[in-house]
């Protein structure tokens, strides 16, 4: 789990990163304007990781190659975007195989010092549960 919260908080430091050279570069931007090109920026991002790593990773190159998912190289976009496919998914996916990705994640998280030695490992039990804590 503290692996997915990680990823999670990366991508919210990589928007307002983005977020504020924007800003720089455009000073007549209102926050609403720059909130949603950093957020399209960053979605990017994730999509270039999910389909140039990741699922090459999970499903292999004959299934990239089976079903069209590699992405372009070079400096050329897709405008494969069609704003009339339906991209509802069902009840049954919802509630099984998209979870797929969460049993994937790590019970932990391993941290290395960058100068080399000993890395330590945060798991789950690093954290107090205020849950069950007692008032007495």
Known sequence: ????VAVHLLFHREHNRVAEEL???????????LFLEARRIVIA???VITYKEFLP???????????GLYLQ?????????????????????ASAAFRYGHSIV??????TKSTGGNSIMIDDDCWVD???S???
């Open 23 to 33: 800003a720089y570069l455009n000073s007549d931007w209102d926050d609403e304007k």
């Open 134 to 136: 007692s008032t007495d």
């Open 57 to 67: 990773a999970v499903i292999g190159h004959e299934s990239m190659e089976e079903f």
């Open 1 to 4: 789990m503290i692996a997915l």
């Open 130 to 132: 205020y849950t069950n």
């Open 73 to 93: 190289e070079g400096l050329s976009y897709s405008y494969d975007y069609d704003h009339k496919v339906d991209v509802s998914i069902s009840n049954e996916f």
């Open 45 to 47: 991002e994730f999509q």
């Open 106 to 111: 790590e019970g932990y998280l391993k941290s």
